[in-house]
């Protein structure tokens, strides 16, 4: 089964997340803060990393720089979540290693789809 890390310090949005893609017929995984995601990562080897841009202790930006730099991990790809959508944010997040920037709020179908694009895009 395909596993999904979800990095968003705010509850309510990440348990919508993982509702979304259980529903889908993922596996998901959740982290509530950037030092979560990055030792998750390591822990769980998962498909696809979703990691909101602000988060507590270690922002989203941060801990994709830490995943793209472990030779395990660098191949896993990772979208960024943000309320932002400044073309600034966005290519921060690009230089980063982010494959994609979702802007918040996307209706649930469109983060599956989106998912299931980056998915196949990747072979998985």
């Known amino acids: 089964m395909t596993k999904i890390l979800i990095a968003e310090d705010e509850r ?8 979304t ?4 017929g993922y596996e998901v995984v959740t982290a509530a803060n950037g030092e979560e995601a990055v ?22 930006y941060d801990a994709c720089k830490l995943i793209k730099s472990d030779p395990a991990l660098v191949d896993i790809p990772v979208v960024f979540l943000s309320a932002k959508g ?10 980063a290693g982010a494959e994609e920037y979702l802007l918040k709020p996307f209706a649930p179908d469109e ?12 072979g998985k």
């Open 12 to 19: 309510d949005i990440r348990d919508l997340i993982a509702f």
């Open 39 to 60: 030792e998750s990562a390591a822990q769980e080897t998962p498909d696809l990393i979703l990691l909101d841009v602000r988060m507590p202790r270690m922002t989203g």
């Open 21 to 24: 893609l259980r529903f889908a």
């Open 111 to 122: 983060l599956t789809a989106r998912v299931r694009a980056i998915l196949s895009k990747f």
């Open 86 to 95: 400044q073309e600034s944010e966005i290519q921060t997040g690009l230089e």
